[in-house]
Nanobody, 115 residues
């Protein structure tokens, strides 16, 4: 089974930046989409950014212009560059992989934006 390992989370002040990465390992199949979701305490998990079939990029309205998603296909790795972070961005960020055989989730990495 494919495993996803996230890294890059941490504590940052408002206006700061972080770069998240997620590497997929294990047996691989056709990839339909790869990206990032996030979940704050007491709230539902929400889509942040994804790269879909054909390389189509989609961002949540709240992060457009601030976050950038990219992917290294050869290394099965997806990145999320987060600029101008806001307290509202505080959440656990989860890597997401949708393959022919199903969906996989990373264990999550904490991002905290606070003064």
């Amino acid at each position: 089974q494919v495993q996803l390992a996230e890294s890059g989370g941490g504590l940052v002040q408002p206006g700061g930046s972080l770069n998240l990465s997620c590497a997929a390992s294990g047996r691989s199949f056709a990839v339909y989409a790869m990206g990032w979701y996030r979940q704050a305490p007491g709230k539902e998990r929400e889509l942040v950014a994804i790269i879909g079939e054909g390389g189509i990029l989609n961002y949540a309205d709240s992060v457009k212009g601030r976050f950038t998603i990219s992917r290294n296909k050869a290394r099965n790795t997806v990145f999320l560059r987060m600029n101008n972070l806001k307290p509202e961005d505080t959440a656990v960020y989860y890597c997401y992989l949708n393959q022919r055989v199903g969906v996989n989730w990373g264990q999550g990495t904490q991002v905290t934006v606070s003064s």
